[in-house]
C-alpha cells in the first residue's frame, strides 16, 4: 500500500485525505497543517500522523497531495520532489513560470510522478466532449460562483479561470497568438471577475469568463464547430451535441439532430487522485501533466498582466479626475 502524506488540512486538503481513504489503494499515514488543529482534526480520521511541519513527512510517505495556498506550492512540492516522493500539487502549479520549471526539472530528474490539480478534466461530460470535437472555431466558457474568502489571496483568473484555460488548451491544439483580457476587484483587493479572449494560429477563438461575484454556481462551456454545437455543463455533468443533417438543399433551413448525455453524478476527485495512484503503480504519464499545468498558467500570467495593466490605468484615469 502506497503510504499516503496530505499537506494542508483546509477546506480542499481535508477532501484530498477522504477520497484516499475511500479508494482504500493507500494509506494516509500523515497529515500536515501549520495550524495544529486542522491537522489533528484530520489526522485522528484515518489513525494518521498530525505534524505542524511538512518536513516530518520526508521518509514517511511515498506520494503526498499538496493542499496549501497557492504561495506556497513551490517550496513544498519542490522539497517533496527533491526527495523523490510522488506529488499532487493542486492549482495552478505555481507562481511563476520559472518555479514550474523548476518543479518539472526535478520532478524529471527523480523520476516520479508528478500531477497537477486540473480535475475537470476527469468530469465525464469532458471527456466524451473530446471525442465529438472537430476543429472548434469558437469557445465560450463561463465559470461563476458566489463570493468566498477561501482562494482570495490570488485573482479570480489564478483561482477560477485557470481551469477553463487549461481545458481550452486542451481542446485546441494550436499555439496561441494573442490574449486580450479585462477585470476588476469588486469584493477582495484582487480580480474578482474578469474575461479573457485567447486567439489560436487555427484561428480558433476562445471567450472565457470567470466571476466569484456570483448569486449562483455556474459552469458552462459552448464550443461551435463546423457543422455542430456543442453545449457542455459541467456542474450537472450533461453534454448536449446540436448537429447538422447531410442534406438539405441550397438556401434551404438545415435541419438538426439534438444528442444529450446526462451522465451519473461522478467525483472528479476521487477520480483525479485514483488516476494519481494508477500512475505511482503502473507508470505512464499522468493525464494531467505538469507541463499541460505550466501550459495554463502561462497564459494566465499574461491574463493576469493585462488585468493589472487595466487596474493602472483605472487608478490613473480616477487621479486624473481629481486634479
Ligand atoms: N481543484 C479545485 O477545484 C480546487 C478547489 C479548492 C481549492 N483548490 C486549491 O487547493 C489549495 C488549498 O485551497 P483551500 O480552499 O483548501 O484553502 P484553505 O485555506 O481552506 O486551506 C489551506 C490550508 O493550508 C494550510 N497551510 C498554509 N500554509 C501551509 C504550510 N506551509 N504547511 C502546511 N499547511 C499549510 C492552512 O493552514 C490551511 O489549513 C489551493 O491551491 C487551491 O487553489 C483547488
Known sequence: MIKIGVVGAGYF???HAAKYAEIGRGRVVAVCDIDREKAEACASQYDALAVMDYRELFGRVDAVSIVVPTNAHFPIARD???????VLLEKPISNTLAEADELIRIAKE??????????ERFNPAVQSMTKVLR??????????????LRGTDINVVLDMMIHDIDLVLNIVKAPVTQIDAIGVPVLSD???????????????????TSSRVSWKTERTMRIFQPDAYIVLDLNASKL????????????????????????????????????????????????????????????????SRQLQAWRDTLAETAVAGRR
Open 13 to 15: 486538503g481535508k477532501h
Open 80 to 86: 517533496f520532489l527533491r526527495q523523490g516522493i510522488h
Open 110 to 119: 527523480k523520476g516520479v510522478v508528478f500531477q497537477v490539480g486540473h480535475l
Open 135 to 148: 476543429r472548434p472555431r469558437y469557445i465560450e466558457c463561463q465559470r461563476i460562483s458566489p463570493f468566498k
Open 190 to 208: 484582487a480580480e474578482d471577475i474578469a474575461n479573457a479572449r485567447i486567439r489560436f494560429s487555427d484561428g480558433c477563438v476562445a471567450m472565457i
Open 240 to 303: 448536449a451535441v446540436m448537429r447538422r443533417v447531410p442534406g438539405g438543399g441550397e438556401g434551404s433551413m438545415p435541419e438538426l439532430k439534438q444528442e444529450e448525455q446526462l451522465f451519473q453524478p461522478v467525483d472528479n476527485l476521487k477520480r483525479e487522485i485514483e488516476s494519481f495512484q494508477s500512475v505511482i503503480e503502473s507508470g505512464g504519464e499522468p493525464l494531467v501533466t505538469a507541463t499541460d499545468a505550466r501550459r495554463a498558467l502561462e497564459a494566465a500570467l499574461v491574463i
